[in-house]
Nanobody, 124 residues
Framework: QLQLVESGGGLVQPGGSLRLSCAAS????????IGWFRQAPGKEREGVSC????????YYADSVKGRFAISRDNTKNTAYLQMNSLKPEDTAIYYC?????????????????WGQGTQVTVSS
Protein backbone atom coordinates (compact mmCIF):
# COMPACT_ATOMS: atom_id res chain seq x y z
CA GLN A 1 0.00 0.00 0.00
CA LEU A 2 1.50 3.30 -1.09
CA GLN A 3 1.63 6.01 1.54
CA LEU A 4 2.70 9.60 0.97
CA VAL A 5 3.84 12.09 3.60
CA GLU A 6 4.43 15.75 2.80
CA SER A 7 6.69 18.07 4.76
CA GLY A 8 8.42 21.41 4.39
CA GLY A 9 5.50 23.80 4.57
CA GLY A 10 5.50 26.90 6.72
CA LEU A 11 5.24 30.67 6.85
CA VAL A 12 7.37 32.65 4.41
CA GLN A 13 7.49 36.26 3.30
CA PRO A 14 6.59 37.26 -0.26
CA GLY A 15 9.56 36.66 -2.54
CA GLY A 16 10.86 33.87 -0.33
CA SER A 17 11.39 30.18 -1.04
CA LEU A 18 10.32 26.84 0.35
CA ARG A 19 11.03 23.26 -0.63
CA LEU A 20 8.31 20.72 -0.09
CA SER A 21 9.09 17.04 0.21
CA CYS A 22 6.88 14.03 -0.49
CA ALA A 23 8.18 10.81 1.01
CA ALA A 24 6.70 7.57 -0.25
CA SER A 25 6.58 4.19 1.44
CA UNK A 26 5.26 0.81 0.46
CA UNK A 27 6.21 1.00 -3.21
CA UNK A 28 9.06 2.01 -5.51
CA UNK A 29 8.30 5.64 -6.23
CA UNK A 30 10.13 5.59 -9.58
CA UNK A 31 7.24 3.56 -11.00
CA UNK A 32 4.74 6.30 -10.19
CA UNK A 33 4.03 9.76 -11.46
CA ILE A 34 4.08 12.38 -8.72
CA GLY A 35 1.82 15.39 -8.69
CA TRP A 36 1.64 18.45 -6.50
CA PHE A 37 -1.75 20.07 -5.94
CA ARG A 38 -2.95 22.86 -3.70
CA GLN A 39 -6.19 24.02 -2.18
CA ALA A 40 -6.82 27.48 -0.80
CA PRO A 41 -9.75 28.23 1.54
CA GLY A 42 -13.00 28.39 -0.38
CA LYS A 43 -11.40 27.21 -3.62
CA GLU A 44 -11.23 23.95 -5.47
CA ARG A 45 -8.10 21.82 -5.45
CA GLU A 46 -5.86 22.74 -8.38
CA GLY A 47 -2.86 21.16 -10.03
CA VAL A 48 0.53 22.79 -9.56
CA SER A 49 3.05 20.45 -11.14
CA CYS A 50 3.60 16.81 -11.99
CA UNK A 51 6.30 14.49 -13.26
CA UNK A 52 5.78 11.17 -14.97
CA UNK A 53 7.08 7.83 -13.75
CA UNK A 54 10.68 6.94 -14.53
CA UNK A 55 11.44 10.65 -15.04
CA UNK A 56 8.77 11.10 -17.66
CA UNK A 57 7.06 14.28 -18.77
CA UNK A 58 6.79 17.28 -16.46
CA TYR A 59 3.98 19.83 -16.40
CA TYR A 60 3.44 23.10 -14.59
CA ALA A 61 0.40 25.26 -14.06
CA ASP A 62 0.78 28.62 -15.80
CA SER A 63 0.60 30.39 -12.45
CA VAL A 64 3.83 28.76 -11.23
CA LYS A 65 5.90 28.38 -14.41
CA GLY A 66 9.37 29.81 -13.96
CA ARG A 67 8.99 29.90 -10.15
CA PHE A 68 8.42 26.29 -9.11
CA ALA A 69 10.41 23.19 -9.99
CA ILE A 70 9.44 19.57 -9.46
CA SER A 71 12.05 16.86 -8.99
CA ARG A 72 12.46 13.41 -7.57
CA ASP A 73 15.20 11.38 -5.91
CA ASN A 74 14.36 7.77 -6.56
CA THR A 75 17.16 6.57 -4.28
CA LYS A 76 15.34 8.26 -1.40
CA ASN A 77 11.84 7.43 -2.65
CA THR A 78 11.08 11.13 -2.32
CA ALA A 79 9.79 13.89 -4.59
CA TYR A 80 10.24 17.61 -4.14
CA LEU A 81 8.66 20.89 -5.09
CA GLN A 82 11.04 23.84 -4.99
CA MET A 83 9.03 27.04 -4.73
CA ASN A 84 10.75 30.36 -5.38
CA SER A 85 9.50 33.94 -5.64
CA LEU A 86 6.49 33.04 -3.56
CA LYS A 87 3.42 35.24 -3.68
CA PRO A 88 0.52 35.63 -1.23
CA GLU A 89 -1.72 33.90 -3.76
CA ASP A 90 0.41 30.77 -3.39
CA THR A 91 -0.99 30.36 0.12
CA ALA A 92 -2.75 27.00 0.35
CA ILE A 93 -2.53 23.47 1.63
CA TYR A 94 -0.20 21.59 -0.69
CA TYR A 95 -0.75 17.90 -1.39
CA CYS A 96 1.33 15.36 -3.21
CA UNK A 97 -0.31 12.55 -5.12
CA UNK A 98 0.79 9.44 -7.00
CA UNK A 99 -0.41 7.60 -10.08
CA UNK A 100 1.09 4.87 -12.22
CA UNK A 101 1.62 6.67 -15.50
CA UNK A 102 4.50 8.09 -17.49
CA UNK A 103 2.45 10.98 -18.87
CA UNK A 104 0.32 12.48 -16.11
CA UNK A 105 -2.15 15.35 -16.19
CA UNK A 106 -2.90 18.00 -13.56
CA UNK A 107 -6.47 16.81 -12.99
CA UNK A 108 -7.01 15.88 -9.32
CA UNK A 109 -9.72 13.31 -10.05
CA UNK A 110 -7.27 11.18 -12.04
CA UNK A 111 -4.86 10.57 -9.16
CA UNK A 112 -5.07 7.49 -6.95
CA UNK A 113 -3.00 8.16 -3.85
CA TRP A 114 -2.80 11.30 -1.71
CA GLY A 115 -0.82 12.62 1.21
CA GLN A 116 -2.31 14.51 4.13
CA GLY A 117 -1.10 17.92 2.97
CA THR A 118 1.20 20.62 4.31
CA GLN A 119 0.28 24.26 4.87
CA VAL A 120 2.12 26.99 2.97
CA THR A 121 1.43 30.57 4.02
CA VAL A 122 2.97 33.50 2.17
CA SER A 123 2.56 36.69 4.14
CA SER A 124 4.51 39.66 5.39
Amino acid sequence: QLQLVESGGGLVQPGGSLRLSCAASGVTLANYAIGWFRQAPGKEREGVSCIGSNDGETYYADSVKGRFAISRDNTKNTAYLQMNSLKPEDTAIYYCAALQTRDPRLIPELWDYWGQGTQVTVSS
